[in-house]
């Protein structure tokens, strides 16, 4: 290296050979030149970039806990506060399918679920939730409002559905990672959807969120995100807070872990309890040899949109009555007596479905259509204005099927209430209420019979019942 002595004979040899106007010039280049020397280059930060090797395969594990607490109201105003945990393991192969379309439609993935299950402990009473092995092979799409999914096997069943998205799916984790390189300690915000889709929030009144690239070690990048969201989950009103960290091996290219907490205060809803609570996730997956399940021509087998009938829930009653049902119907109490299921619109009550066994009647017969009409009056007294319509509907089979529609007023609000008898040819028999307020008849839409035209009697050697859910019934 050049000495600081040397730099200064250069510079007076420069001065002594120049006269004049050119001694000032030569004096300005020497300056330069030793500046050029004395002052070492900058170099310019290291960049990393943070994308994911297309047609991989992966074993994910994750983890799940939740502790907290629900609220649920009773009577009169009042309302209930019950200790909540919950426990969860996924375990699945997974890869990637084509997308469907932009933002959260562009994340897809075909999952072989070898694990799933989960145990629900709220105050002394323990349930449990399991995914059928019948309904193994899933896709999972990110849509805005969060992770879904539907079996190309079949129909699932709403707690299938519930187990599969819990918190800090990692579908829902890639769209984090950042569009350019980044250096250390840079940060960046994902788009306003990523936080909606990442939290299942099905409205957002405003959210952020911060991912950082905190370090780089060991060939693996570690990104922290942070941030908040305020909405609605299924019409309640709902406050989130977020924060976690994952893992991406830059020689795999792949996010490698996750870990996420989530914390949340939701409102009760009209089919949920209110809840203060806080979600732990741990996320592994690792690349994999792809199994037979996952093969090409099975990714290749499963369309951009979904069929109609895959998005639909199975209901399985405790007295084996069976039917397939829309998504926005959600079952809000289910006993050995009656189940309640509540239909929503983007968050908004529309109408109720209680469903109850009735006394069977003798093979190839039903309660008499005038006795029926007669309970019916019984049930509803005064609300009850008059009976408008009462006719038997072709159902293409050998079942019975009879409705009866009242309007009438429940306090202030006029009503409208479609009552089905539904009979099997043993003498089974079982009865659906519909209850809506008049000027929500038209969002009701016939959904009603989407219910009742496909109802099944199974045998009672096939029975697998849903498990019960806290809640109240009303008509």
Request: negative net charge; aromatic residues 6%.
């Amino acid at each position: 290296m050049m000495s600081f002595t040397s730099v200064r004979s250069i510079c007076t040899a420069s001065l002594h050979v120049l006269a004049g106007p050119c001694r000032v010039l030569a004096w300005i280049a020497a300056v330069m030149l030793l500046t050029t020397i004395l002052v070492p280059a900058v170099t310019a930060a290291e960049t990393y970039t943070l994308e994911e090797q297309d047609g991989q395969a992966f074993l994910v594990s994750n983890t799940v806990q939740v502790k907290g607490a629900l609220q649920t109201s009773l009577r009169e105003g009042k309302a209930a506060s019950l200790p909540l945990d919950v426990k969860a393991t996924l375990v699945y192969y997974s890869r990637m399918l084509p997308p469907a379309g932009r933002d959260a439609r562009n994340w897809r993935a075909l999952r072989d679920y070898r694990q799933a299950e989960s145990t629900i402990k709220v105050d002394d009473n323990t349930t449990s939730a399991r995914l059928r092995e019948s309904r193994n092979l899933v896709v999972a799409e990110g849509q805005q409002d969060g992770i879904t999914f539907y079996s190309p096997k079949g129909a699932m069943e709403h707690g299938e559905w519930e187990l599969l998205r819990m918190p800090g799916d990692v579908l829902a984790t890639l769209p984090l990672l950042p569009r350019t390189a980044v250096e250390i300690g840079e940060s960046w915000q994902p788009d306003s959807w990523v936080t909606q889709c990442l939290t299942g929030t099905e409205a957002v009144l405003k959210s952020d969120l911060t991912c950082t690239l905190d370090s780089v070690s060991g060939q693996v990048a570690k990104v922290s995100f942070k941030g908040t969201l305020e909405g609605a989950i299924d019409g309640a009103q709902t406050e989130l807070e977020l924060s976690g960290h994952y893992l991406f091996d830059l020689n795999r290219k792949l996010i490698k872990a996750v870990e996420l907490t989530q914390k949340e205060k939701r409102s009760v809803g009209a089919v949920s309890p209110g809840m203060d609570v806080t979600a732990t996730v741990k996320v592994e997956r690792q690349p994999v040899s792809s199994p037979d399940t996952l093969a090409d021509a099975a990714l290749a087998a499963i369309p951009l949109d979904a069929a109609a009938e895959a998005m639909r829930f199975e209901f399985r009653s405790l007295w084996n009555v069976y039917f397939h049902y829309d998504r926005d119907w959600h079952i809000f109490h289910q006993s050995a007596t009656v189940a309640v299921l509540r239909l929503l619109d983007k968050g908004s009550l529309i109408a109720q479905c209680n469903i109850s066994p009735i006394p069977p009647a003798a093979p190839g017969g039903h309660t008499a259509e005038d006795q029926f009409q007669a309970d019916i009056r019984e049930s509803l007294g005064e609300r009850l204005v008059e009976i408008t319509k009462a006719e038997q509907l072709k159902t293409g089979d050998d079942r019975y099927l009879y409705r009866v529609t009242a309007e009438g007023r429940a306090g202030k609000i006029d009503m409208q209430w479609i009552f089905y008898l539904c009979a099997a040819p043993d003498g089974r028999q079982v009865s659906f209420v519909f209850a809506v307020e008049k000027g929500l008849i038209e969002k009701l839409d016939n959904r009603d019979l989407g219910i009742v035209s496909n109802v099944q009697f199974l045998t009672p050697a096939a029975p697998r019942p849903a498990a019960a859910t806290p809640g109240s019934s009303r008509q």
